[in-house]
């Protein structure tokens, strides 16, 4: 009886919520033995963060440092910007200085001047071998040197604000020698005297330019007094010395509007870009001729896209015929003309554009309201391309195919005349012209009234009015420039087949 009674006693202890058995068996082992690999984990991870900690902060420290270099970099650099800047200055003042002695000097040693370089007998040129043409145009070309000197040490004005020594040869050329070479050095010294409240143009063209010549005349184009150069079929001994010539010229003159470089080929594509680029260098530039600078080894289709892609802002003319541009499937000029930039005029003659150049043009002349002038003649472009572009200036499918097609740009080069020429200047003038040419073709016809129905439906109608006013107006503006007077025919016909009174009556009585 005692024996129950304690095992039941012990029963409820447990059910008071006492400890079992188990969980204080399992409590004291926990208690006296901890599992060794957690605790090293532990202090592993311990470590391991505190040392990421010390790496976080370094790196921190370190990107601070880059930081600070950064910006003494940047701050470095911009004081180098405007040290170069600075140098430039200083070139362009020294070059004025020099050029202003030289001036000085010139004044100083010639109070009364008169033209000292003596004269050539005819006898020198003809022992030497050449005709009696050539004979005069030499001494021609003397007495403009004379004249042209004198007129600078007088401070005469030139006419159209241009300097320029021509050797009047269509084929060749005035070639050098050293007995000219006194008359050229009154020319340089005149030239460097010379000055005008605006700035002039200077050209040489069809006279042999050698380094001697050019060193004499490069000083006195500094101080920016000149804003246009052209060297035309010079045949440079050196071209290298005519390219160099150029780009000092350009250097020297920073706001030149005109530069011609024509029938001075260069056989070299990096020599041809380094005169581009010294012509991209000019933001001012307006007009751009480049007419055979690429020789035969070399294609000028990447100067055409250099010339774009640098002037794709000015309104400027740039002349590239004769430069062997092939554009080998490139798209650049289509894609950049598709832009509609300021572009006014762009000579393309004599290279080798294709039917698909031809094409991918037309298509972008569609969207192309600014440039006036395009030639493209002598190139190999067939009937396919000739009909692409005549297409885009006078689309004649429709009303609204013409109304759509170009009215700026006159393509020349193709034989396109009349109205597709765009040979009014305001493109509304042009747009009337082509309005009214497809109207007098479909009366030859007698189809002015089947078209407008066809093209308008319903509205052709209520068109009626506009239509004969538009055949009255451009028939006052264009039948005597280019039509002939069919007024009245377009008129007669439209009136006579539309059958106007039945047409009115019909549509009063639709509204009804």
């Known amino acids: 009886m005692n024996h129950a009674a304690a095992k039941k006693r012990k029963i409820d202890d447990q059910q008071d919520g006492a400890p079992s058995i188990a969980e204080e068996v399992g409590t004291a082992v926990a208690v006296a033995a901890p599992d060794p690999m957690m605790a090293e984990m532990r202090?592993?991870?311990e470590k391991n963060n505190s040392q990421m900690a010390q790496m976080q902060e370094e790196m921190d420290r370190r990107l601070s440092l880059i930081d600070g270099l950064e910006n003494k970099c940047r701050i470095m650099q911009n004081r180098l910007t405007q040290i170069?800047?600075?140098?430039?200055?200083?070139?362009?003042?020294?070059?004025r200085c020099g050029s202003l002695e030289r001036t000085l000097q010139s004044l100083?040693?010639?109070?009364?001047?008169?033209?000292?370089?003596?004269?050539?007998?005819?006898?020198?040129?003809?022992?030497?071998?050449?005709?009696?043409?050539?004979?005069?145009?030499?001494?021609?070309?003397?007495?403009?040197?004379?004249?042209?000197?004198?007129?600078?040490?007088?401070?005469?004005?030139?006419?159209?604000?241009?300097?320029?020594?021509?050797?009047?040869?269509?084929?060749?050329?005035?070639?050098?020698?050293?007995?000219?070479?006194?008359?050229?050095?009154?020319?340089?010294?005149?030239l460097q005297l010379y000055s005008q409240n605006e700035p002039y143009g200077f050209a040489l063209s069809s006279i042999q330019l050698p380094s001697a010549v050019l060193n004499m005349l490069s000083p006195a184009f500094q101080g920016e007094r000149f804003n246009g150069l052209g060297l035309c079929n010079n045949d440079f001994p050196n071209i290298m010395d005519g390219i160099d010539f150029a780009i000092k010229f350009i250097q020297q003159n920073p706001n030149l509007i005109n530069f011609f470089w024509m029938k001075n080929p260069i056989n070299s594509t990096e020599n041809v870009h380094r005169l581009v680029e010294a012509v991209n260098s000019l933001p001012s530039l307006e007009n751009i001729s480049l007419e055979g600078c690429c020789g035969d080894p070399v294609n000028g289709y990447s100067i055409l896209c250099s010339l774009l892609t640098h002037h794709q802002n000015c309104k400027v003319i740039i002349d590239l015929d004769l430069n062997n541009i092939r554009t080998l499937g490139g798209t650049h000029l289509p894609d950049f003309l598709a832009t509609n930039p300021p572009l006014q005029e762009l000579y393309l003659e004599h290279n080798h554009l294709n039917d698909n150049d031809a094409t991918l043009i037309a298509e972008a002349l569609k969207l192309n309201r600014n440039l006036t002038i395009l030639r493209v003649g002598g190139n190999e472009i067939t009937d396919t391309g000739c009909s692409a572009l005549r297409k885009a200036i006078f689309d004649s499918v429709s009303l609204n195919s013409v109304a759509d097609s170009n009215h700026k740009c006159c393509i020349k080069g193709l034989g396109f005349g009349g109205v597709v020429k765009n040979c009014f200047d305001e493109s509304k003038e042009n747009r009337g012209a082509k309005i009214y040419a497809l109207l007098c073709s479909r009366n030859s016809e007698g189809a002015n009234v089947c078209h407008l129905d066809l093209e308008f439906g319903d509205d052709a109608l209520k068109l009626t009015p506009?239509?004969?006013?538009?055949?009255?107006?451009?028939?006052?503006?264009?039948?005597?420039?280019?039509?002939?007077?069919?007024?009245?025919?377009?008129?007669?016909?439209?009136l006579r087949r539309w059958r106007i009174p039945e047409l009115y009556e019909s549509y009063i009585n639709r509204d009804k």
Request: aromatic fraction near 14%.
């Open 43 to 45: 202090a592993m991870l």
């Open 84 to 95: 170069d800047g600075l140098e430039v200055k200083c070139q362009l003042l020294e070059a």
């Open 108 to 190: 100083t040693k010639n109070k009364n001047w008169k033209y000292y370089a003596p004269p050539v007998p005819t006898s020198y040129w003809a022992e030497l071998g050449f005709d009696e043409e050539y004979i005069e145009l030499m001494e021609s070309f003397l007495g403009d040197v004379n004249d042209d000197a004198c007129k600078l040490r007088s401070g005469e004005e030139f006419c159209e604000k241009r300097i320029s020594l021509n050797g009047r040869t269509e084929d060749g050329i005035i070639l050098h020698d050293d007995i000219l070479l006194p008359h050229w050095r009154e020319y340089a010294d005149a």
């Open 466 to 494: 506009k239509i004969l006013e538009c055949v009255y107006h451009y028939s006052e503006y264009y039948c005597n420039f280019m039509f002939g007077d069919t007024k009245l025919s377009v008129i007669y016909e439209i």
